[in-house]
């Protein structure tokens, strides 16, 4: 008998791994179908510590990085590492909400048990130079230079603009290049109002944080907009972390 067509033996680490792993498996498919039994609570309630450890270690990454941050030099450098804290920043936010999924599902056993966490990978995006005119260049530059942080640049959708607001876009020594809430709000209710779909609706930034935080208030806010099922496409903006 040829052996190489015998089955490969497993190691005694091996056959624990697929031991633990089947386990594993029947848990959470018991959670799944029976939340509420012994087994199934115990997947659940292993799976929110497993998530709040994660976030307190994430948590910890994020504050090393920050200092990281203070000690180095080269500017390009500290574009760097701040990108590495938005990643690290969506991550504690998943950690958090699955956390709190888990949990929810514990306690009740109504909720929907949480489905497969998306991987979370930073997205890095270069802009090739010469999108704008001279012109448009000039008026941006202008606003760098020249606006205060309490003029008003733009101001529709009862949504004002400021200075202020502009420039936290820039990456510089002054500032730390974020697009904050009114920002994202008033481009979302531009996009809304320029679609050919009429039936587009934008949710305001402070939605996803109140589903995150309070539920029970964005369900509210659900109840209080009726007419949101008359719309076919729904935009909602996700503002991680504080920025």
């Known amino acids: 008998m040829d052996p190489s067509n015998q089955p490969q033996q497993l190691s005694r680490a091996q056959k624990r791994k697929l031991k633990k792993n089947q386990r594993d498996k029947k848990a959470r498919e018991e959670a799944i179908v029976n939340p509420e039994s012994k087994t199934g609570q115990k997947f659940l309630q292993k799976q929110q510590r497993y998530n709040e450890r994660r976030e307190e270690k ?29 990643t690290v920043e969506a991550k504690i936010v998943a950690a958090n909400t699955e956390a709190k999924r888990f949990k929810a599902c514990s306690d009740d056993a109504s909720q929907p048990f949480p489905a497969e966490r998306v991987q979370i990978k930073p997205i890095v995006q270069t802009l090739s130079q010469g999108h704008l005119s001279q012109q448009q260049e000039d008026q941006i530059e202008e606003i760098w230079q020249f606006s205060t942080d309490n003029d008003i640049l733009a101001e529709e959708f009862s949504i004002p603009v400021t200075g202020h607001d502009f420039k936290t876009i820039k990456l510089d020594k002054q500032h730390s290049g974020w697009l904050n809430d009114t920002i994202m709000d008033f481009y979302l209710q531009l996009i809304a109002s320029q679609s050919s779909n009429t039936k587009v609706f934008a949710f305001p930034t402070i939605f996803h944080r109140t589903l995150i935080d309070r539920y029970e208030d964005a369900l509210k806010f659900g109840r209080r907009r009726n007419d949101l099922y008359h719309y076919e496409l729904y935009l909602i903006p996700i503002l991680l972390d504080n920025h």
Do not use: G, M, Y
């Open 58 to 86: 994430l948590k910890e990454e994020k504050a090393s990085i920050k200092r990281k941050i203070s000690w180095e030099t080269e500017e390009d450098e500290k574009a760097k590492l701040k990108e590495e804290i938005k």
